[in-house]
């Protein structure tokens, strides 16, 4: 069964702090994907990142990194020096991929972060 | 522009009252899919498709009905809405591979009274 946790349900910094969102995953496929997105107050989904399970490196872009560990089975979302804009609902994802059949897509329950001024 | 359209974007209707929310995509994808979220339990499935004539059960089918007689349209249909039917509900799509992101719609808000 294909499962996603994010054990923080909401998390305050003050601006400028870093802050990790973790999410840890359960899947018994070798090949899946792995998602993050974001959902601001104005409610609509916004892809961030795509990972699959082949490709353990770390991605920057910006103030946004996230760590890909299969020993651990976690795929963490940090933001540095965060701003009041990442104030937001973010989700991990999981989708697997056997064959050619498209996987379904399994949400993590989403961390609501506010970022304080 | 690529995008996914939902229709209508916010509903307050009644109970038992026969409902359907439209799903658009204009990016030629073959897998759609409906979610529902609600506060505290991230987004859940209802129904998907994998292409035209071809769909599946999510988690929670319960109460809803979808068709694909089109590639680009994906209704979901609430045949006798309930109140705990009320929630936010988004469409989706993708191309045939599980490395590409699910384009979201933008949301309908369903208030079920």
């Known amino acids: 069964a294909q499962k996603v946790t994010q054990a923080q349900t909401e998390i305050s910094v003050v601006e400028k702090e870093d802050v990790t969102l973790d999410c840890v995953y359960e899947?018994?496929?070798?090949?899946?994907?792995l998602f993050w997105y974001k959902q601001p107050p104005s409610g609509e989904l916004v892809f961030l990142i795509r990972?699959?399970?082949?490709?353990?490196q770390n991605e920057i872009s910006g103030r946004y990194s996230w760590n890909f560990q299969k020993s651990t089975s976690s795929f963490n979302f940090t933001i540095t020096a965060s701003q009041v804009v990442d104030s937001a609902v973010y989700f991990c994802a999981l989708t697997y991929y056997r064959g050619s059949t498209l996987g379904r897509l399994y949400f993590g329950r989403g961390t609501q972060l506010t970022v304080w001024p | 522009e690529a995008q996914v359209t939902q229709n209508p974007r916010y509903l307050i209707t009644v109970t038992g009252k026969k409902l359907t929310v439209t799903c658009s995509q204009n990016m030629n994808h073959e897998y759609m899919s409906w979610y529902r979220q609600d506060p505290g339990l991230g987004l859940r499935q209802i129904y998907y498709s994998m292409n035209v004539e071809v769909t599946d059960k999510g988690d929670v089918p319960e109460g809803y009905k979808v068709s694909r007689k089109e590639k680009r349209n994906f209704p979901l249909i609430l045949e006798s809405p309930s109140p705990n039917q009320t929630s936010l509900y988004f469409c989706a799509s993708s191309g045939g591979q599980s490395n590409q992101p699910q384009h979201f719609g933008d949301g309908t808000r369903l208030s079920i009274l």
């Open positions: 990972r699959n399970s082949f490709d353990e």
């Open positions: 899947t018994r496929d070798t090949t899946y994907y």
